[in-house]
């Protein structure tokens, strides 16, 4: 299996579920992100790994938390999470060079519906 | 702070006629360019990227895109669409950051086909 695998595709759940997400890199990168991707919005950058540590939390609500255990895997844990939460969660990863920007290879997403 | 403009949110092109996507960014050092694309349901996909050098660059699937210094833009062109390049196009923009790579992405345009 190659490129950015996210599982499951789509979600249902309710707001007082608890619910993972889960992506997996098979490039060898070091970097791995979480995206929320909502209609009628940019993309929105929510967490960034570099070498498995988190170097970029850009406000996003406690009820997501992130988590990788190593350079292939990202989750994301939902707890309590609320209808406008509701939208399209894209994985990436890229390779790190220090500084340099390379391009980011994305998984397929899944759609999360809050009801 | 970087950020992408892509002012045409929705163009309908006929099959057979040729495209132009347009993409205007700020950024305050040299850019690293991106555009990408998804189909329904699916993840991005990179199109081409710009880094440095030939300021006109060859993508996949026919695409090119011409870096403009002196009017922050990267358009994307195709000469002669297919129908199977119905999606929606995102530019983005690579910012460099404490060793880690940020993009920034435009809203996206949905490119529409018709017969």
């Known amino acids: 299996e190659t490129g950015v695998t996210q599982t499951p595709r789509h979600l249902v759940m309710g707001m007082t579920n608890k619910k993972s997400l889960k992506c997996e890199q098979h490039?060898?990168?070091?970097?791995m992100y979480w995206y929320k991707q909502s209609a009628k919005k940019p993309l929105e950058l929510m967490f960034v790994?570099?070498?498995?540590?988190?170097?970029e939390n850009n406000s996003v609500p406690s009820r997501f938390s992130p988590e990788c255990p190593n350079s292939s895997h990202l989750f994301l844990h939902l707890h309590t999470l609320q209808p406008e939460d509701s939208a399209l969660y894209l994985c990436?990863?890229?390779?790190?060079?220090?500084?340099?920007?390379?391009?980011?290879?994305f998984g397929q997403g899944t759609r999360l519906t809050v009801v | 702070a970087q950020s992408v403009t892509q002012p045409d949110i929705h163009i309908t092109v006929s099959e057979g006629a040729s495209l132009e996507l347009r993409c205007n960014y700020s950024?305050?050092?040299?850019?690293?360019l991106f555009w990408y694309v998804q189909s329904p349901g699916q993840g991005l996909q990179l199109l081409l990227k710009?880094?440095?050098?030939?300021?006109l660059v060859q993508g996949i699937k026919g695409f090119e895109a011409e870096f403009k210094r002196s009017q922050s833009s990267f358009n994307l062109r195709k000469p002669s669409v297919h129908w199977s390049d119905a999606a929606e196009y995102f530019c983005?923009?690579?910012?460099?950051?404490?060793?880690?790579?940020?993009?920034?992405f435009g809203t996206g345009t949905r490119l529409t086909i018709i017969p």
């Open positions: 990436a990863s890229s390779q790190d060079f220090g500084g340099r920007v390379s391009e980011a290879f």
């Open positions: 490039l060898g990168h070091n970097a």
């Open positions: 790994y570099s070498l498995e540590e988190r170097v």
């Open positions: 950024y305050g050092a040299t850019p690293y």
């Open positions: 710009y880094f440095s050098g030939d300021t």
């Open positions: 983005a923009v690579g910012a460099q950051g404490f060793g880690n790579e940020k993009l920034t």
